[in-house]
């Protein structure tokens, strides 16, 4: 009898235990893998002889000033990811979800894109715009054999022959030549989210303009599902929006 006590009052001491310690645990929360990465001011080697032209003609110290408080940031700039349309933040992050396996994806700089319909306003793909400039790079995420850091290798690709764009591009809307990534490899880490190298967004990038061409197409973006229907022979793969 005496043991059965002491049992009963061991586990009256435990369950209070183990119930304060789910209370004060914080959380885990497990969510879905995620592409993100920043942007920043390009960084501008030397403005003493700007700064000095400038003195020499005080009319413009205004105009300079607005000028810099205007171009010192990079919130409002847009991007889109396999129909997501998202915009950079106070701090210059962009974030999608991740909706693909590879371990890179094709990044594309262009201020305009145009869709291809197919009825209504369903969007079959979204293709180049003839005569505006664009530019392409691969960014992918490899090992290095000998000390098995991760690392980001980015160079330049062409752009493709039909102007048709891969449906797991990233693009972000900015003439390319306001904008800056590094080619080469830099260091990340091991991990289901692609965290892209840092992207530099150069002094003349008009966000209102962006701003007003994207609300036109607004509505024809939203996030892209794959349906799999098996055939008698095969399996067939439709886009939904």
């Known amino acids: 009898m005496q043991k059965i006590r002491e049992v009963i009052m061991k586990k009256s001491v435990y369950l209070p235990i183990m119930s304060f310690a789910c209370l004060i645990a914080p959380p885990?929360?497990?969510?879905?893998?995620?592409?993100?990465?920043?942007?920043?001011?390009?960084?501008?080697?030397?403005?003493?002889?700007?700064?000095a032209?400038?003195?020499?003609?005080?009319?413009?110290?205004?105009?300079?000033?607005?000028?810099?408080?205007?171009?010192?940031?990079?919130?409002?700039?847009?991007?889109?990811?396999?129909?997501?349309?998202?915009?950079?933040?106070?701090?210059?992050?962009?974030?999608?979800?991740?909706?693909?396996?590879?371990?890179?994806?094709?990044?594309?700089?262009?201020?305009?894109?145009?869709?291809?319909?197919?009825?209504?306003?369903?969007?079959?793909?979204?293709?180049?715009?003839?005569?505006?400039?664009?530019?392409?790079?691969?960014?992918?995420?490899?090992?290095?054999?000998?000390t098995k850091q991760y690392l980001w290798n980015v160079k330049q690709i062409s752009l493709p022959e039909n102007n048709r764009v891969a449906l797991d591009t990233l693009i972000i809307f900015v003439k390319p030549k306001n904008v800056s990534i590094p080619e080469g490899v830099s260091l990340t880490s091991s991990s289901p989210n692609l965290i892209l190298p840092t992207i530099y967004i150069k002094k003349g990038a008009k966000r209102t303009d962006k701003t007003l061409y994207l609300l036109n197409l607004k509505h024809l973006f939203s996030p892209i599902h794959q349906l799999h229907s098996k055939k008698t022979d095969r399996y067939t793969t439709h886009l939904e929006k």
């Open 28 to 51: 885990v929360i497990l969510g879905e893998p995620v592409i993100t990465f920043f942007l920043q001011p390009y960084p501008i080697e030397s403005g003493y002889e700007d700064i």
């Open 53 to 146: 032209t400038t003195l020499q003609r005080p009319g413009k110290i205004a105009k300079q000033a607005l000028y810099g408080a205007r171009n010192g940031h990079v919130d409002g700039i847009f991007a889109s990811y396999r129909g997501f349309l998202e915009v950079s933040d106070e701090l210059g992050q962009i974030s999608f979800p991740r909706e693909h396996e590879k371990p890179g994806l094709p990044i594309l700089f262009t201020d305009k894109i145009t869709p291809i319909m197919m009825a209504g306003n369903t969007v079959h793909h979204w293709e180049l715009v003839q005569d505006t400039p664009a530019v392409q790079y691969y960014a992918e995420r490899i090992q290095d054999d000998t």
